[in-house]
């Protein structure tokens, strides 16, 4: 008989959403829940250098561990992860925690190893926990694991950080650790979601593991991690209860589902997503994706094709500098365009520019809105989408998403857009190239609106008015309409469009006339 053991880090790797603040009441009735499944082994949370609130998974003495358990543990083990803190300070083990895992990346290694061999002093088992296994060459791998021979640790994992390991992978990784690992060191696997694979995996590892040494999975409350997220801990007990009779109880942990890690999903949304799935097929840090979804601008095609771009030296740890540069890249679509000049006899017959942004705030003052638009010689523009009260003149578009979902075709007359458009958008009125616009004394920022008043600015035209140009809040719809909203959005940073209307803007006539962050002292609206 195979020996496969659970072990769950739902308040471990799932304090990646909400910064381990899960309540004490829902860490308490978690563990419970766990215990009362018959889980393995319940990883509660980290260690850490810093005391936090009961309603934190951070753990900086055993006292603070206890405070969250039930005098009961069942058969179930406690542990912890450290992850590059000093672990000097930690007590020694009196029995509350069984297990301290040691997560590291590879240039860390001396670091893990030094605080295991102190852990293990002080009583604890240690599972060694090299984060980024991708990265390792089978020789680099082997001597990471001959150095762990010499600790004789509890435990070794594989993680699979990128979510990129596919049979093939898990089978060669799973082969090296079986040989060379000394006989008695358990194995561990840590799985995420990225590809869609992880529950495939972990059914794969216990078909290959070997009997004589003891494989431990990983998993969550319905997968809860860091996006895209994990292995779901329910559907693996639910398969070794079928398959190998086991007696994992499932109720409680559905219970555990309901009514603390579903309720949290449906705000902090978890789960398989293409643009994570294209992080692991190109085998770099998934924070690439994501910082790429969140400008909200980029079809998943974009995503893909810059990813691909990505040297294989940046791949390991995130550089925000870096995917930032390669995104302006992306976007520097090159186009020979002399429509400055057609643009600025347009707005010579004008005396003022109404710009219609679509911030939340013109839902409560479309009458407002529209009086404005009658003013003489006024030309009305809204930017990325077209709104229903109001028959523009032109609509300025910077981002295909907005083009699609809006339907802004039937507008294809009126549209302005910019350069990393024109091979997307057939027809259109003008166009101007998109970094030539993005900016501002050498400052980038992809804020439409500010693209747009660029371009007022190139013609020399300032007596602007503007609505909706609200300004991203944390608290509140950003959008006038939900569809213009993005599951993800990057908030842009408020200061720093204060700074640059401040600055770059100065000698305009601006004048908003609906609430926003950006507006001065002097400014006022209805």
């Not at 301290?100 to 604890?124: C, D, E, P, Q």
Request: glycine share 4%; net charge negative; aromatic share 10%.
């Amino acid at each position: 008989m195979k020996d496969i053991k659970l072990l769950d880090c739902t308040l471990r790797d799932g304090g990646h959403l909400n910064k381990g603040n899960f309540g004490e009441k829902t860490i308490k009735n978690v563990i419970r829940s766990l215990i009362n499944s018959h889980i393995d082994i319940v990883e509660v949370g980290f260690m850490s250098e810093e005391s936090f609130s009961p309603d934190y998974t951070n753990f900086k003495s055993l006292r603070d561990v206890k405070r969250i358990l039930p005098k009961n543990h069942g058969n179930s083990k406690i542990s912890l992860m450290a992850d590059f803190i000093d672990v000097d300070h930690f007590e020694e083990n009196d029995g509350t925690v069984d297990i301290i895992r040691v997560s590291f990346k590879r240039h860390r290694i001396s670091w893990a190893l030094n605080a295991a061999k102190t852990l293990m002093s002080k009583g604890y088992k240690c599972c060694i926990n090299p984060v980024n296994v991708n990265v390792y060459t089978d020789e680099q791998f082997i001597d990471v694991i001959k150095q762990v021979n010499e600790l004789n640790p509890f435990c070794f994992t594989i993680v699979d950080t990128f979510g990129v390991l596919r049979k093939r992978d898990l089978l060669r990784l799973y082969s090296l650790a079986d040989h060379n690992l000394k006989p008695g060191i358990s194995i561990g696997l840590h799985l995420h979601e990225n590809l869609g694979l992880s529950l495939t995996l972990a059914q794969y590892a216990i078909d290959i593991c070997s009997p004589n040494r003891t494989l431990i999975i990983d998993g969550s409350l319905f997968g809860m991690g860091r996006v895209p997220g994990n292995l779901c801990i329910e559907q693996i007990m639910d398969h070794l209860n079928v398959e190998y009779n086991t007696n994992y109880e499932l109720e409680y942990a559905y219970d555990a589902i309901d009514d603390y890690i579903a309720p949290i999903k449906q705000k902090i949304p978890w789960g398989y997503m293409i643009p994570y799935s294209l992080s692991a097929s190109c085998k770099i840090h998934r924070t690439y994706a994501e910082y790429l979804m969140n400008k909200g601008k980029l079809k998943t095609k974009d995503i893909e094709h810059i990813l691909n771009t990505i040297e294989p030296e940046e791949s390991e740890l995130f550089n925000e500098d870096y995917i930032e540069r390669k995104y302006i890249e992306y976007m520097d679509v090159q186009v020979d365009t002399d429509d400055y000049i057609p643009f600025k006899k347009l707005f010579s017959k004008v005396d003022k520019c109404l710009v219609i942004a679509p911030g939340s705030s013109i839902g409560a003052n479309v009458d407002r809105i529209i009086e404005e638009s009658k003013k003489p010689n006024t030309i009305v523009v809204s930017v990325n989408f077209s709104p229903t009260f109001l028959d523009v003149d032109y609509v300025f578009c910077t981002n295909i998403k907005r083009y699609e979902s809006e339907n802004l075709s039937v507008c294809d007359d009126k549209l302005i857009i910019t350069s990393n458009l024109k091979d997307s958008i057939q027809t259109y009125r003008y166009i101007f190239g998109f970094n030539d616009l993005s900016f501002n004394d050498n400052v980038f920022c992809d804020d439409s609106v500010l693209m747009f008043l660029n371009i007022l600015k190139k013609i020399d035209f300032t007596d602007v008015s503007i609505a909706g140009f609200d300004g991203l809040s944390k608290t509140s719809d950003n959008y006038y309409i939900s569809s213009l909203g993005y599951e993800q959005h990057h908030e842009i940073q408020n200061d720093k469009i204060k700074v640059i209307l401040s600055k770059r803007f100065s000698s305009f006539s601006l004048s908003f006339i609906t609430p926003s962050v950006y507006m001065s002292s002097g400014d006022e609206h209805d």
